[in-house]
């Protein structure tokens, strides 16, 4: 890598902003946090001075016109305006999940990156967790699969928080909160359609908990050929079985109060089974851990393979500095955010109709 600095800029200071990004920029020596936004004053001001940030703003526009902002991360619960102003300002990118809400808002996101030449990457944090990238190197050994089965019913989530130090403050009129959320539950219903509207809620929390699913899926085994069968399961709990070219796979999303983390995928071969187990996104340090079932002789063997000690978080900055500085190849680009929303939207299709 090349001596230079990339001055990032932080657009939302939230939870995910706190807690992952802004201690690996300050720590990563590829980067400097240049400039934070958010839309409350007293969030935006505290946590400048946490981090001993000068440049602060309550507008995107102003922290894009920035000049000492090479590259921004967008952590808002709203993103593609804010992926269109960063290409247009020139400005490199991480958006977090999931890239927009409907596949129309994401389409022109991922053509107006790809003739900008910016990197421009999906918070897909899961696929740079080395704990999978093993995984996948023990898939790929077991040949064709037999079956499928991605499952994430997540856990507790108030646990981690005693862990950090979050900054909270409620000085944003909670009108103008409720008039965004409320926006894009209209932009929602009109992308699923009037027959499948009902499930609106549903589909957020398929696109907020799930969408990381959804991409691990799709780096072990690509896009798949059709949804065979979906349906409601639960208030909160959704069942979908889907074909991978004759490969069935089911993938179950749930909310679940347990004290662990449930969140996982297990690949069945012709004479071996390979599970990918997933840690708490929030817990540092912690891989996930790839359990492998195979023949040993005449007899079955067991092993773990335990996740190495680095955050999927970390090495994905790692990674965007790499694509900057020495031009690699972004593993986890928007058409991929574009290509899990079209299978969310092509998931609640496929259950029966329910109108709001």
């Known amino acids: 890598m090349q001596d230079r600095v990339i001055g990032v800029g932080v657009i939302g200071c939230g939870e995910i902003a706190q807690l992952m990004h802004l201690p690996y920029l300050q720590e990563l020596p590829a980067f400097r946090i240049a400039a934070l936004c958010d839309i409350s004053p007293g969030t935006v001001d505290k946590v400048g001075e946490h981090y001993g940030v000068a440049a602060r703003y309550t507008d995107h526009r102003a922290l894009l016109a920035d000049p000492d902002i090479d590259a921004v991360v967008i952590c808002t619960y709203d993103h593609g305006e804010m992926v269109t102003d960063a290409i247009r300002a020139g400005k490199h990118l991480i958006v977090e999940k999931p890239l927009a809400f409907t596949p129309e808002e994401a389409r022109p996101l991922v053509e107006q990156a790809e003739r900008s030449g910016l990197v421009a990457l999906v918070g897909y944090m899961k696929l740079y967790d080395p704990g999978y990238e093993i995984g996948l190197e023990r898939i790929a050994a077991i040949g064709k699969p037999k079956s499928i089965h991605v499952h994430d019913f997540a856990g507790r989530f108030d646990r981690y928080g005693k862990l950090y130090t979050q900054t909270r403050i409620a000085d944003v009129p909670a009108d103008l909160l409720a008039a965004g959320r409320d926006a894009v539950a209209r932009r929602v219903e009109a992308a699923l359609g009037p027959e499948h509207a009902g499930y609106r809620d549903l589909y957020l929390?398929?696109?907020?908990?799930?969408?990381?699913?959804?991409?691990?899926?799709?780096?072990?085994?690509?896009?798949?050929?059709?949804?065979?069968?979906?349906?409601?399961?639960g208030p909160n709990q959704l069942l979908a079985v889907l074909d991978y070219d004759g490969i069935p796979c089911i993938f179950d999303m749930a909310l679940a109060q347990y004290e662990w983390w449930d969140e996982w995928i297990h690949v069945h071969g012709e004479r071996d089974e390979v599970r990918i187990d997933f840690q708490n996104p929030y817990f540092r340090n912690a891989s996930a851990i790839v359990r492998v079932r195979e023949a040993a002789g005449e007899t079955a063997s067991e092993r773990v393979i335990p996740g190495i000690p680095d955050t999927a978080f970390r090495r994905e900055w790692l990674h965007f500095a790499d694509c900057i500085l020495a031009g690699a190849t972004p593993r986890t680009p928007l058409s991929g955010g574009l290509a899990d929303l079209d299978l969310a939207v092509q998931i609640i299709q496929a259950m029966p109709p329910k109108r709001l």
């Open 205 to 233: 929390l398929l696109l907020g908990l799930s969408s990381h699913d959804l991409a691990v899926m799709r780096g072990a085994f690509g896009t798949p050929s059709r949804v065979v069968h979906a349906q409601q399961t």
